[in-house]
């Protein structure tokens, strides 16, 4: 399989917010396009929990990307001319330091000896990334959903680094329903046997937890009019029923089982825990003397566009009203954008017509 | 413990829908007030799918019932005026017949050899409840959620039987995003080793799944909204904590916790399942000739209250507004009260005032 990731070495050791430090951690990351001479046309995009650095295609892998319709020539984020960067997140699993790599101490996997992760050390990560690609500023800074929430640690962290900032379906700091979910989601894990305290391995492997916590979050990523519309009550032919009593009947059980299978082998189920859990600790309020205005008023960035969905049962609108808000305080120029895909906190995935449009119109007036 | 509970014998046979049959079924129900020399003043509350039929206090078991501000003499449902019956539903296990029981063909529990159950079959047991109670026609059916959904079974299936009706944050059919959620719930019940194909006992019990399974209950029966304002991101105590590296934090993971330890044994795995299903199935359309509208514009009752909450994700608004309108459509004169009750489906068991005033005012007009 052809991988266009390329590896940053983070500084050694690489100290982590709540205590600990990382020996020899790396980044995964892809480009696209090509910087420019003054190193003025850099856009970074950080990811939400379980996407790779893998946006787009490009000639080193040409199989689809995440954002495959977002990025590339002439497209709503065009490389022809930006440098587009993507990493994946520290703590992850698809090519970045995570719980499933050795931990060079012991020459044994990290699992839960990994140090405590916040979404303050992803920034941080990337952060060093992108001064290691030696660009001083990035043109742009842009964060989908936990990344939304990981860019803000990376805008009060280090402040002058970026020109301009696209916030999309995130939150300042998690409230209590984001938390309840994703509680949920890491309890699904944990209380499957085979989760075992974080020593599974392909044979025992917490896959039931998993499937859970995936199924879980598809339901609170989507929509409840979305599915009205595109599942009904329409119910699986006979061939696709098993005869277990309590098996799936209807279209949207399959579904949700297809999108659990192509999870659960693919996303290692520590990291996963890691990853829920710093969203869960992310309060930007801790960077405004315990207010979330105060921390977003202290932001200085030129211009932001901020793009929330009615929809979106677990990052809402008024949590995009709020950042919208601060920033604005802050100086910023804001471009508020509130849209009615019915797709939920998806939409960003799967609605680029408007959302491309929104983005390409922001960074055409740069 | 003192036990209000009385028992009725279902008719044995008692026949199901989807095949097969009970002998010598019971419903436990409760009553406050009297039955009037005319037998006209009868309200019929049916439930959700975890409530027993003790809606209230009474002389015979003092403790507080789920409804005890709205049940009892001069309350807003007025138990001078009102003879009250709740029935517990078929298949539950507060009384009812349900998996839990014996069987008589094999003097074993049912458990899984339980008959298919569906929601039509609850809503024929109530009504025979009623006739058995010698009351020909009911002056008012009332139904909450899954009781809801029972009682329109009732009134698709017994016309003329009821003079008017109320329904609270119900669905004339299950959509998607509901069944998505009880699907998974009933995975996480299944998907526990012990759940063993619904072979537990006291010792091997199915704890875990049933916990997942009241916790994302519990997750949706309220509103993002109202846990803003009630957790925000209030920390646990640290002698509230243990020291797993993933245990509680935040109080909404605690209060989620004693909702499930208070459920988990207090309620049958096995019923939590049967009811949980009947739930997916049920579909008024199926009387209808397809359409619900048709199926609700085919219900015949001379005055509605349709209730419902504009945050509820479970039970939306626009089905509260469909059953409205289908009712009106057949005849009926409608009161529709739409609430901004910030506590989501469960606002029905706790904006007492709001509902009851609605409540009071339609029983009044009588």
């Given at each position: 399989m ?12 690489f ?5 600990g430090e990382?020996?020899?951690a ?17 856009i ?6 379980s996407?790779?650095?893998h ?14 319709d977002?990025?590339?020539p002439?497209?709503h ?6 440098f ?16 499933a ?6 020459g044994?996997?990290y699992?839960?000896?990994?140090p405590?992760?916040t ?5 941080n ?7 290691g ?30 020109r ?9 700091q ?12 890491r ?14 391995d392909?044979?025992r ?8 916590a ?9 929509s ?20 277990d009593?309590?098996?799936f009947?209807?279209?949207v059980?399959?579904?949700l ?15 996963y ?12 309020a ?5 207010s ?10 030129e ?10 049962i ?6 995009q009203?709020?950042?919208a ?17 019915p ?10 017509p ?5 983005i ?7």
């Open positions: 052809s991988d266009a990731r390329r590896w940053f070495a983070l500084p050694s050791p100290r982590m917010k709540r205590g990382l020996v020899g790396r980044l995964a990351y892809e480009t696209w396009g090509e910087l420019d001479a003054a190193r003025g046309n850099a970074l995009i950080l990811t939400g929990l996407p790779s650095a946006a787009a295609s490009n000639a080193d892998d040409p199989s689809p990307g995440w954002w495959e977002m990025i590339g002439g497209k984020i065009d490389t022809n001319r930006w587009v960067i993507c990493a994946n997140t520290l703590g992850s699993c698809k090519g970045s330091t995570g719980p790599d050795t931990n060079p101490a012991t044994e996997p699992r839960l000896d990994f405590d992760l979404l303050e050390d992803a920034a990560a990337a952060f060093e990334l992108v001064r690609l030696g660009i001083e500023r990035l043109a742009c800074l842009l964060g989908n959903s936990m990344g939304g929430m990981t860019a803000l640690a990376y805008l009060v962290q280090h402040p002058g680094s970026v301009t900032h696209v916030s999309i379906s995130t939150a300042p998690a409230q209590p329903f984001a938390i309840a979910i994703r509680s949920l989601q309890e699904a894990i944990r209380l499957d046997p085979n989760w075992n305290g974080g020593h599974y392909d044979e492997y917490p896959e039931a937890g998993m499937s859970i995936r199924k879980l979050g598809v339901i609170t990523y989507r409840a009019m979305e599915w009205v519309g595109r599942f009904a009550r329409i119910r699986l032919d006979a061939d696709q029923r098993d005869d009593p309590f098996g009947e209807f279209q059980e399959s579904y089982a297809g999108h659990a299978r192509r999870f659960v082998r693919g996303f290692d189920p520590n990291s825990l890691y990853l829920s859990r710093a969203s869960d600790w992310f309060d930007v801790e960077y405004g003397a315990g979330v205005d105060a921390a977003l008023r202290g932001i200085s960035v211009r932001a566009l901020v793009i929330g969905v009615e929809t979106d677990l990052f809402p609108l008024t949590q009203q709020q950042i808000d601060g920033l604005r305080a802050g100086g910023a120029e804001i471009d508020f954008v509130a849209l009615d895909s797709q939920g906190h998806d939409a960003f995935l799967v609605d680029i408007r959302f491309g449009a929104a390409a119109r922001f960074l055409e007036a740069m």
